[in-house]
């Protein structure tokens, strides 16, 4: 079982920063893809970015330029940081584990806000 804990959620005016941690419960050499998604109210859940086991990076077009997602393996912990926020950006943010261990499983963490406002 693959435990997740997103933190660095908050409040934060447009064009402002945010950093958004999560810690995994297992090392790094077991999962395949580690990403952050977002929800906004009345929305479907939807991708922002992903890093593979081997380093491949994708982004939603929406934040291309803004957001960037990185990791650090001893620390067991991936990031988010969000830089010229905007109010399209507020959600619960959620970090998302995959492993394939015959098949795929995913994991989930609770979420953190974040809330783009004036």
């Known amino acids: 079982q693959v435990q997740l804990v997103e933190s660095g959620g908050g409040l934060v005016q447009p064009g402002g920063s945010l950093r958004l941690s999560c810690t995994t419960s297992t090392s790094f050499f077991s999962i395949f893809v580690m990403g952050w998604y977002r929800q906004a109210p009345g929305k479907q859940r939807e991708l922002v970015a992903t890093?593979?086991?081997?380093?491949?990076?994708n982004y939603a077009d929406s934040v291309k330029g803004r957001f960037t997602i990185s990791r650090d393996n001893a620390k067991r912990t991936v990031y988010l940081q969000m830089n010229g926020l905007e109010s399209e950006d507020t959600a619960v943010y959620y970090c998302n584990a995959a492993t394939l261990g015959g098949t795929r499983r995913d994991y989930w963490g609770q979420g953190t806000q974040v809330t783009v406002s004036s």
């Open positions: 890093i593979t086991s081997g380093g491949t990076i």
